[in-house]
């Protein structure tokens, strides 16, 4: 574990808790220290620093964080733009970008006294980020105050969001190249744009014509995954089947809650219940599978976003493969959770045994959401409803180019993007492989004969097994903590489960049973959807 040493007159117990959380997520240990002893550090952090401060951080031997004091900092003006230049200890979706953000308006710059320094971001011309290269050590510097975190139940990434990050940004990528994680590729950039609610009924749903929107994705380049409620599964009309068939690298489905009812993911109810009821949405997509002849992801994105714990946990035990939800909804249904200050800040969170995606409101102006999920390694998924769309698919070419110019990106589906959530090392011979989700497909890389697993979810003594299988049908069960290189062919195409997930069992009258409120007030509500457009046409007349 690495070690901070914090210098600073006053610690307050908000940076206390961000500190114990960032060195949670990091694996990182902040302790109070003296400038004086770099025993047995590996890093600085100066949270008041000043001109007499400069030599002292600059001799040190090892890198450092220093914010510099607020009389210190100059005035650049009230814009809310920031440039980023195009340094190496830049994370590089940022180099050479601009961003505007409100939270940059009251950004003061660094001193002109500070010298010999790169600078990595600035406003109006105004070095507001540098870095100072000494025989091989960095020394950051910083106008950007390190956020507090006000309470124990307040999460970082409430100052890690679309509305406001630049404040923790430096210091999160500080961090980063502190860390192990930085010599690790990361997984790869993938994005959908996700719609909740739409069925297979009719070519259309409500703004939404599925046919023009597979055009519309092949020319823009994305994919849109459509998170459709189980209970309508008893209807597929079968252009529309066929078109999901043949359009399948641009259009997905993936489960939308079972009935759509209220906080029906987040209710206290007996375990029995929770457990039938999420076994019959499961038991209803298998029948629109069939009938559709499609594959529907076993990720589930819940209505209204919201999920309790124990949902979570029952999810992972009966097959499903992932969850999908914004950060602020999950922390709304769980704030007296144990893990609540971290979520949402790694590539994905792993509770109770079940990974969880976060996704973000889609809107013309969510590219600073956009950014934030591409920084945290984590796939792009803004999220609407057929309102989005309603008078044009500009939004989607809007924000589709902008994701696209942030390098190589990968649009698909989310059972794709569950099973490629991983980063790699290679050494020598050997391709170190960390899991971000419970399954994981890949193809080997020539050169490789052995595979070593970590799973960064499971703590120290847990025990999980490990299932490989190959194209061959061939299976290998690791030992359940199994810690050494497991031996592969060079080019094999595998698949890794942790955790064998199990096919439920289930007499399928009892998960024919449906509740006829609930058959109502989708058929309500559905109908409200499709004949929206309508009524507003004649409005406009």
């Keep these: 574990m690495k070690r901070i040493g914090i210098s600073a007159p006053l610690i ?44 002292r951080i600059q001799s040190s031997k090892l890198p450092s964080y220093a914010v510099m004091s607020e009389k210190h900092t100059t005035y650049c003006g009230e814009f809310s733009s920031i440039k980023f230049n195009t340094h190496l200890s830049i994370p590089e979706i940022l180099r050479n970008r601009e961003i505007r953000s409100d939270e940059a308006i009251q950004v003061k710059g660094l001193p002109n006294w500070l010298q010999n320094t790169a600078t990595l971001a600035y406003k109006a011309d105004s070095p507001i980020w540098a ?44 961090l980063r190249h502190l860390t192990d994680e930085n010599r690790w590729n990361p997984p790869p950039l993938q994005a959908c744009f996700m719609f909740d609610d739409p069925n297979l009924h009719w070519p259309t749903y409500g703004f939404m014509n599925f046919s023009e929107i597979a055009k519309h994705a092949e020319l823009h380049n994305y994919h849109a995954s459509f998170a459709t409620i189980p209970l309508d599964a008893w209807f597929v009309h079968k252009q529309t089947a066929s078109l999901f068939q043949k359009q399948h690298d641009r259009l997905s489905l993936l489960m939308h809650g079972n009935d759509h009812i209220a906080d029906e993911l987040a209710r206290k109810i007996p375990n029995d219940e929770l457990n039938r009821m999420l076994k019959q949405a499961l038991f209803r997509i298998e029948k629109l599978e069939k009938c559709a002849n499609i594959s529907v992801a076993r990720v589930m994105a819940p209505p209204h976003g919201a999920f309790s714990e124990d949902t979570l946990k029952e999810m992972s035990l009966i097959g499903y493969e992932a969850a999908c939800v914004s950060r602020g909804s999950l922390m709304h249904h769980n704030k007296q959770a144990s893990w ?20 973000f409101r889609i809107s013309m102006d969510c590219q600073n959401s956009i950014l934030v999920a591409a920084l945290l390694h984590q ?25 696209n110019s942030l390098g190589e990106v990968r649009w698909t589906n989310m059972t794709n993007i569950s099973r490629s959530h991983y980063s790699e090392l290679i050494d020598k011979e050997i391709l170190h492989l960390k899991m971000h ?47 050494e290189p497991i031996s592969i062919c060079p080019g094999q195409k595998i698949q890794i489960i942790s955790s064998t997930i199990p096919q439920y069992q289930e007499n399928c009258g009892s998960l024919n049973k449906f509740k006829p409120w609930s058959v109502v007030r989708r058929i309500i509500t559905e109908a409200r959807d499709r004949i929206t457009p309508s009524i507003q046409r004649i409005s406009i007349r």
Excluded at 379 to 403: R, T
Aim: overall charge negative; charged content about 20%; aromatic content about 8%.
């Design 12 to 55: 307050s117990q908000g940076h206390w808790r961000m500190f114990d959380a960032l060195g949670e997520i990091f694996g990182i240990l902040f302790e109070e220290g003296k400038l004086t002893k770099d025993n047995h550090y590996d890093a600085w952090l100066h949270l008041e620093i000043n001109r007499e401060s400069i030599l």
């Design 131 to 174: 870095v100072h290269e000494h025989q091989d050590c960095h020394h950051h510097y910083v106008t950007l105050a390190i956020p507090e975190l006000n309470s124990d139940d307040e999460p970082v990434f409430h100052h890690f969001q679309g509305n406001k990050f630049l404040a923790l940004l430096p210091f999160l990528t500080f």
């Design 340 to 359: 609540v200050q971290t979520i949402g800040m790694r590539p994905s969170d792993n509770i109770l045994g079940l990974p969880v995606f976060p996704r």
């Design 437 to 483: 989700s419970r399954i994981v497909d890949l193809s080997i890389p020539e050169g490789i004969k052995h595979i070593l697993i970590e799973r960064p979810w499971l703590k120290e003594g847990t025990m999980e097994p490990l299932l490989i299988t190959t194209t061959d049908g061939s299976k290998n069960i690791a030992p359940i903590e199994f810690k």
């Design 379 to 403: 796939p792009i998924i803004p999220v609407g409803h057929h309102q989005d769309v309603a008078e044009n698919m500009d939004l989607l070419a809007h924000l589709s180019n902008f994701i």
